[in-house]
């Protein structure tokens, strides 16, 4: 599969410039459609954005959209972002930032580079959930918090030569779909982010966090409980300070 995705990724000379004018005008398109008001013409954009899919194989087209799938994720995250706010410089601002994750972000393939891609989606996938769907049911929170998470997990994990990736992206996909069920009964939003989304960024940062430092050989004991006894307090803090009588159920 990697193999196949490499024929078809431009490499140089006129092909590249082509490439590189595309990716370019994607975030100026996606503005515009959403500033006109044809938010699904700029999710259609971007989900278009993937036609090279076509140039392989069948067989292949599957593995193709999971390698691209948090670049998915935090496009259609971006444009939720955009038609959240009808202030033009805000729209723009959001413009910029899909901007810089196409052309340094994405671009990336290094263990923290992935780890960072990883993470962005995992963070602007749950935001985006929560902002579009947090009145809907607790069926529909769980299902998207559980695809986001599971995407943004294995991306992570693929980064490594990891043998139980399937197992421990399955585990943390079904732990945040466990949290999204109990603590979509009673959802609380700090301004715009929603408590699933604070509560799984701590965790999944800093469990995220620990194992690249301990896959980079740079974990020590001391900075393995520092980083617990963090995560512990953050949570602690945020429970107990949340005003559950301001609740949706």
């Known amino acids: 599969m990697k193999q196949a995705i490499k ?5 140089g000379g006129y ?19 959403v500033r006109i008001s044809l938010v699904p013409v700029a999710i259609a954009l971007i989900l278009l954005s993937k036609w090279r ?11 193709y959209l999971r390698a691209n799938a948090v670049d998915i994720v935090v496009g259609i995250s971006i444009v939720v972002f955009m038609a959240g706010t009808g202030v033009m410089a805000g729209q723009l601002v959001w413009a910029a930032v899909y901007a810089v994750w196409l052309l340094l972000i994405k671009p990336l393939s290094s263990l923290l580079g992935i780890s960072i891609q990883a ?4 963070l602007f996938g749950l935001m985006a959930l929560y902002m579009t769907w947090g009145g809907s049911s607790t069926a529909v929170l769980v299902v998207g918090t559980w695809a986001v998470t599971y995407v943004s997990a294995r991306h992570f994990f693929s980064a490594f030569d ?3 990736t399937r197992f421990l992206t399955d585990a943390w996909a079904f732990f945040a779909a466990s949290l999204a069920w109990v603590l979509g009964h009673w959802l609380l939003f700090y301004g715009v982010v929603a408590q ?3 509560l799984l960024t701590i965790l999944g940062y800093g469990l995220g966090a620990m194992y690249y430092l301990e896959q980079s050989e740079r974990l020590g004991t001391l900075a393995r409980r520092q980083f617990i006894f963090i995560m512990i307090a953050i949570i602690v803090v945020v429970l107990v300070f949340s005003d559950w009588g301001n609740k949706v159920v």
Request: proline letters at 11%.
């Open 53 to 63: 899919v076509l140039a392989v194989r069948p067989r292949h087209w599957m593995a």
């Open 119 to 122: 993470s962005v989606a995992q």
């Open 162 to 164: 990891e043998p139980y």
């Open 15 to 33: 092909s590249h410039g082509l490439h590189l004018l595309l990716t370019i005008l994607l975030p100026i398109l996606v503005y515009s459609f």
């Open 196 to 198: 699933p989304t604070l």
């Open 7 to 11: 024929k078809i990724r431009p490499a």
